[in-house]
């Protein structure tokens, strides 16, 4: 499989700051965006290494699971706390559930990526 031990580390960075920020109602700011979009493209630079590995039924998990905390990440990013709130405001343990999914399958990812060694922070 394609190193993407990067977009595997941002995009799990992502996917739990984002929902620690909105769990505790902090209001939208211009780098949650930005890391909204990046978080984005590493999820195509993942499921193109996927698909490229052949790993078939794990790319659909992932994207299965990207897709259910894309929802409340667009909420948030469209309508700022408020907009999210009003969309999803009684559904945080849902997307809990959500979050905590990709997360696991993020990790499954990992094992297919090299051993971290003293360069592994640079890619």
Not at 13 to 38: D, G, P, S, V, Y
Request: charged share 25%; hydrophobic share 40%.
């Amino acid at each position: 499989m394609l190193d993407v031990r990067g977009s595997i580390n941002n995009l799990k960075w992502n996917t739990e700051h984002h929902f620690l920020h909105i769990k505790a109602q902090h209001e939208f700011i211009r780098i949650w965006a930005i890391q909204f979009e990046l978080g984005y493209t590493d999820f195509r630079t993942i499921q193109m290494a996927l698909q490229l590995d052949g790993k078939i039924d794990l790319l659909k998990r992932f994207a299965k699971a990207y897709d259910a905390v894309y929802r409340y990440e667009y909420s948030f990013a469209k309508g700022g706390l408020e907009g999210f709130n009003q969309e999803f405001g009684d559904k945080l343990a849902d997307y809990d559930q959500a979050h905590q999914t990709l997360l696991q399958i993020i990790d499954e990812i990992s094992q297919f990526q090299p051993a971290p060694d003293e360069d592994s922070r640079l890619v």
